[in-house]
């Protein structure tokens, strides 16, 4: 056995070190009190014996610094060496219990200076560690459908004249592993009828299409009571989804739809609708009421939606809550016609029942057609949190851009909503141009109480940009920071909403596509 680890004036001999390499132990033997001190708990019952017989074979005395002990170094026996990057496949991603963090740790490389780590999120073009390590692990932050590119190089050794290496790459990913990938050029409602969803699941299923695949929707594609997530992995090679004449995706449960474009232009149909027929399993689920509760999240992320020509998400006049709904980095072309029915009613309609949390974020909604929606949102004015078995409820809408929205309407009508204290209202850092007027009024509800939960920031409110009208909105939105300027979009009738004006650029409000990128 040989010795690895160096003495320096060797004076003390209340305490002596033995480290066995192999076995990763290191056994502080006190002479005095005749303990055993173990650092590694793998096995040490076992070998408790074993290592006492083995002690005067590496027996090693330490000097007494003032802490009791000097710094022990450990000797490779690695000398004049190229050294060599662990594999890839020795490089190991374990996510935390909860999901939010991540370690990445790869296997010791003797003779090593230590370790240049690089990992960027390539999803959200962002570097998250450029650092040189010591040791072989680090923890970071960990999103989910995020890829991520890990670079690790094995610096040099000079003391040793050890060569370092080229870096090592890695590419890995957060996505939930996928039940089946639809094939480029398939129809989704023949292909769904011919591989149908298993009965009896209960667990999200979801289904890669293809970087940029092309499919269609031909009619109504119903997932009724299954759990669904249709997604492209790259977000910057999506696929195209074309609806045709009844094209329109439905479902009674939980829906995520990511990194996809949907043109609808050929639809009479919503984008996203609710099952004309619902799963009776759901109704009262929550324990409360007789709404159909979708107990879970429907999911709109990174997609692009051209050609709307009816309703956006619609619950086709049934008695649905779903619980959350959030739209998130997602564009929104409207192209309603006067026969699409749309001009009567809103964008997300929901006839019968509600969503009882709704977030729009880093999005935009924009309407290109020759008919208008009379609001945005509107639910039945029935809908409150507590006949639907929830506690509180909310509308959301952060960081986004509507243009032409609602024009000669109002922007919301949810008379549940309003004035209850288990209301909760955001609106911040939102740019609205030639939209509804009143829009701080009708988005807390019609009026303003002290009861609900109220948040306003840095918001533009112009009403008519051809006039440089804004709205009154200092009754509703109390929070002093509306910006009465133009954002001056590059060109909004082509869809061009990027923002030249100098308050909104300085505070950055708006859909951040819209923004040069931060500084």
Known sequence: MRQICTIRDVTCYK????????????ILYNINKNILMKKNHFSLRRKAYALMSLAAGVLLFASCAQDGFDEE?????????????????????????????????????????GYHAILTNTTAGEVLIDSVYDGTSFAVARVEDNNYELSLEVLGN????????????KTFNTFAVAFATIPSGSDLCEYFQNNPIPEGNEEELVYDLEEGGQYTVSGILDF?????????????????????????????????????????????????????TPDESIKGATGSGDYYNIMGTLHITSCNFEGVNAQFIHDNNKKYCIETCVI????????????????????????????????????????????????FIQYNN??????????????????????????????????????????VFVLTNTIFVDCAKEIARRFIGGNFSTSPSYT???????????????DNEENYDKSGTAIKSNPQFADPTNGDFTVNGGEQLSKRTGDPRWLPAAE
Request: proline fraction near 2%; aromatic fraction near 10%.
């Open 224 to 276: 009724g009571g299954n759990k669904i997530q249709l997604r492209c992995t790259n977000d910057q090679k999506r696929p195209t989804i074309t609806y045709g004449e009844q094209g329109t995706i439905r479902t009674s449960a939980p829906l995520k739809l990511k990194s996809l474009n949907f043109n609808c232009s050929a639809s009479a149909n919503e984008a996203i609708g609710l099952s004309e």
């Open 73 to 113: 170094s450990f000797d490779s026996g690695v000398y004049n060496t190229q050294l060599e990057a662990p594999s890839t496949d020795d490089i190991q991603i374990t996510a935390s219990a909860d999901g939010t963090q991540q370690t990445i740790s790869w296997p010791v490389v003797y003779g090593a200076g």
């Open 382 to 423: 029935s809908g409150r949190c507590d006949r639907a078995g929830y506690t509180s409820n909310s509308v959301n809408i952060k960081n986004s851009t509507f243009y032409n929205i609602a024009k000669s309407g109002q922007w919301a009508n949810y008379s549940g909503f309003s004035g209850k204290a288990t209301s």
């Open 456 to 470: 306003f920031l840095n918001n533009t409110y112009l009403q008519d940009a051809a006039t440089d009208t804004y």
């Open 158 to 169: 000079e003391e040793r004249n050890n060569t370092g290496c080229d870096p090592v790459i």
């Open 328 to 375: 998130d980095n997602t564009v929104v072309k409207l192209t309603s016609t006067a026969s699409s029915g749309v001009n009567s009613n809103a964008i997300i309609y929901f006839k019968s029942g509600f969503i009882n949390n709704l977030t729009v974020q880093n999005s935009t909604f924009w309407n290109a057609g020759d008919s208008d929606a009379k609001y």
């Open 15 to 26: 305490s002596v070190v033995y480290i066995l390499e192999k076995t990763n132990l290191i």
